[in-house]
């Protein structure tokens, strides 16, 4: 099995999460990709602030990384515009594929980039660009391949997410949830990049870009904040049966022109975007083949962006090694398990049908608690007719082998006049 | 430009989309994968069926389109377990890559399948098994790669979650809706693979196998159908604040070992799984890197179908042609246009500050008129203090440049005592 070197560029907050996910998947990462990975260099401003790699693997110098023999795949996670884009062009110019996480330096000089990218045959990926849980520049690039993208619809700022959530769940103020994010980590303590739409605008640019073929600026995006949002419109709007949301909006006409903006924007209630809450994420396609789909995941953070550079670590891996790709069925567990229905641990409702008559309950719940089930919450409806009156249990966790013996206990008891209904539930814990 | 050959066995519902959206999107497709693709062989039962295919390109034969030197690449739509079998094995052992459709042939003949094409080195392509409008397989295989996955929980029918939500929505009972789904189309005249869970569980089967890289056959799976779901615990479960969903469950326990089950589940009403309605699917994936993420979409049907299928044909012409896939930024638009915010077409909320004194609203809506805007609803909360007060108006469609003059012009109005909030609203209509 052969073994390919990684090169770091940058190792802060993304590249020490990149370094930590890779070494505690690594038999994972290697299975699935057929070939070994291994971080070979690594620049930095600081050295001495790096955790996970040796020593004499660091250097301050980036040239050195890009250049060095051992080096086969260039990882930029550095940041910025000016010197990101002399590390990329350099990796591309020595032949090797580039990572790239940086949506700034593409939505900048992507162009150009791509330009010499083409010229060299070497490929640059940038799945973590936008959105690092949500695979969206694969999915637009490869699943919606055959699609004319006819919108585009992007939540693609967790910060701004967080804090019109929060507005709308709390009926607070802007400024006042502001203040709350930042004490969080949610909100930088300059907050301007992200709520005033700026940092949605680049990954819009990079998403408009790949949904259309041609290279769109960030100064072409118009771009509108939530500053001016009030915790009146947010109600109001709730009143409407709308929540407010900073959307990033793409489209084309039936002529082929395409709208790039990002700005607050009501959502129906009842539309799956309107759901994502918080510091999620979602991007909303539409494909003249496929319908309407939708992507949902984190945006930002060490652990989402380092998912999405390691599936980029992985295609390019493929593209070093593989003579077309072929990535059928690959197996990476040849002693997994099955867990069946009987060991199952999952929280349950019930609902018995019983004579109303007084002591059922006693003893309905007298039989789970034998059999070590807690019963988190109890529910009788007023409006029965007729003897039988349901009774609804929302049980805590339990296996299903000792749930059937309780159910079939309580089925024999004679105040239950009917099978129970069971119903799984799931909390998504 | 090399051109790629292309044999269907099966061209019912689904080859059907496959040819008409090839036709369709043939340059678009023949872009993005840097090659051009043909329908070269076309078996059926009944050739006098067949559209959108030269008839001398037809044969009631499989075998003929297999061996066909023409054909490139095999692409199974037949259904059925038995010759479909057939097929895909001579397809690999004629070295041919194969894309099918089939759930129910993987999930029973994965295994061997997938041994045969490792042996022989020979792809096999299947995004279009599982929830065609979403590119599930991908995410698992390819955006996914560095995760181990958590859990996977699935609304993977929509016959199901059809009938379930009209259950919800209307309070109606399971036979009636049913019926419904019957006449309407969304359920077959014999349901019981849908409602019994079976469909389900062939999907699950794969999801399981793919996410845990060992073969996971249907018989292992616990499923449970729908049809015991009465309203009663569709309106009970909404007074706990849950839906009631037909959710596949995926999940591995901390010693690696896996569940894997189909059955109505409460879901709570905040997660975003509870908004999937109607037809719909949707995937929510654990990672351990990635956290948590959701992929959402049309689950059958012939264009969501062919939108996989035709992902798959990339791919495979991908592998074809190239050495290693490379497949950075390709360009297929180079006179895209962009549309200014100015052209932009959309609805509006604006809440306007005024004076508490007649004739306000007349004078509003006067101008409005006069750009040509109509108002589709106005609002004026009572509990309000002062001279001003809030009115906020839903408009209709308008164009970006228009809102902006009659916006001015009612600002300068003298009744109006605050500059006007104006949000976009999107309908995703």
């Known amino acids: 099995m052969k073994t390919f070197g990684l090169g770091l560029i940058g190792c802060g907050v993304v590249g020490g999460g990149v370094v930590r996910h890779l070494e505690r998947n690594l038999d994972l990462i290697t299975e699935r990709c057929g070939a070994r990975t291994e971080i070979r260099r690594v620049a930095v401003r600081d050295i001495s602030k790096v955790r ?3 020593s004499d693997r660091l250097t301050t110098k980036w040239l050195e990384v890009v250049h060095d023999p051992q080096v086969d795949i260039v990882i930029e996670l550095m940041g910025g515009t000016t010197i990101a884009l002399e590390v990329a062009k350099a990796a591309v110019q020595a032949g090797k594929p580039l990572i790239t996480a940086n949506k700034a330096l593409l939505a900048e000089s992507g162009e150009e980039l791509f330009h010499l990218a083409q010229t060299k045959g070497v490929p640059i990926y940038f799945e973590a660009s936008v959105a690092g849980g949500i695979p969206i520049v694969r999915a637009l690039r490869e699943g919606l391949c055959a699609n004319h993208i006819l919108s585009l619809h992007g939540i693609i700022n967790g910060t701004c997410n967080y804090i019109l959530t929060r507005m709308s769940e709390e009926g607070l103020g802007f400024e006042e949830v502001l203040k709350e994010a930042k004490d969080l980590g949610y909100a930088e303590a300059d907050e301007s990049l992200d709520v005033d739409g700026i940092d949605a605008a680049h990954k819009a640019a990079i998403l408009a870009s790949l949904a259309y073929g041609f290279w769109i600026r960030v100064d072409q995006v118009f771009v509108e904040g939530i500053r001016k949002i009030e915790a009146i419109d947010v109600q109001m ?27 607050p924007t009501l959502v129906p209630k009842q539309h799956v975007l309107a759901s994502v809450n918080g510091v999620f994420n979602a991007v909303a396609v539409e494909g003249d083949v496929v319908g309407q789909t939708l992507f949902y995941g984190r945006g930002a953070g060490p652990d989402a962006t380092a998912s999405a550079v390691l599936s980029d ?6 593209h070093k090694q593989t003579n077309g790709g072929g990535r059928g069925f690959v197996s990476h567990n040849l002693y997994g398990k099955l867990i069946t229905i009987d060991e199952v641990c999952t929280r349950y409702y019930v609902r018995l049908t019983v004579k109303n008559e007084p002591g059922v309950l006693a003893k309905v719940a007298a039989i789970f608690g034998f059999h070590g089930i807690g019963i988190s919450s109890v529910f009788q409806p007023e409006d029965h007719d007729g003897d039988a009156v349901p009774l609804v249990m929302l049980l805590d966790f339990a296996k299903e082998a000792s749930l059937q013996k309780a159910n079939a206990e309580i089925e024999a008891l004679s105040v239950v006049t009917e099978p129970n209904q069971v119903i799984r539930v799931e909390d998504f814990s």
Request: no cysteine; hydrophobic share 50%.
């Open 52 to 54: 996970g790699v040796p």
């Open 237 to 263: 709007a709730r009143r409407l049966n709308y929540v407010i949301k900073l959307l990033a909006t793409i489209k084309s006409n039936p002529g082929g022109a395409v709208e790039v903006r990002v700005h």
């Open 313 to 318: 670590v992985a295609e390019a891996v493929l």
